[in-house]
């Protein structure tokens, strides 16, 4: 991350799977209303997506769902944040057809997204060192240049 930016990473993990009589009857869940109130308060929103079955995995789908209930408070969480969306795969095109399917989802938010770059990588199990980390010079430097491309456009960006 370039130096005066700050990555705050967030899990879904807590996000239970959405049910509309759920939301009537008790409301939107703790979890979600946290997450809902950091991604409000943010500058921006960098979603890393996996590909599943040439698609969204339904599990960060049903996030979004949740972040997006009830309707009327789209605006204050999505409406205008800048937006972008990366991810990895061991297939060979990365998670591009991920990506893509996200777009209408982040459009109908009323998010802004960045279309500067794409982050969509394939990956092997050299990819990374003991530790986890990038070990892999180019991957790393392509990460860089995205992460500083989407840091520029989310500054010119800020809601």
Do not use: C
């Not at 204050?76 to 061991?90: E, Q, T």
Request: charged content about 20%; aromatic content about 8%.
């Amino acid at each position: 991350m370039p130096s005066e930016t700050i990555l705050d990473i967030e899990s879904i993990r807590g996000v239970p799977l959405y049910d509309g009589d759920v939301e009537r009857e008790q409301g939107i869940p703790d979890s979600v209303q946290g997450l809902k109130n950091r991604i409000a308060a943010s500058r921006a929103l960098l979603i890393s997506t996996p590909e599943y079955n040439h698609s969204l995995p339904g599990v960060l789908k049903n996030a979004i769902d949740w972040l997006s209930r009830p309707p009327s408070d789209i605006p204050r969480v999505f409406g205008g944040l800048p937006v972008a969306i990366m991810g990895v795969s061991i297939g060979k095109r990365g998670s591009l057809l991920a990506q893509a399917a996200w777009l209408p989802i982040m459009f109908r938010l009323g998010s802004v997204p960045w279309f500067g770059d794409q982050l969509a990588l394939s990956v092997t199990i050299d990819t990374f060192d003991a530790q986890g980390h990038i070990a892999d010079a180019g991957i790393r430097w392509r990460l860089e240049t995205f992460i500083k491309g989407f840091v520029g456009f989310a500054a010119e960006h800020r809601r």
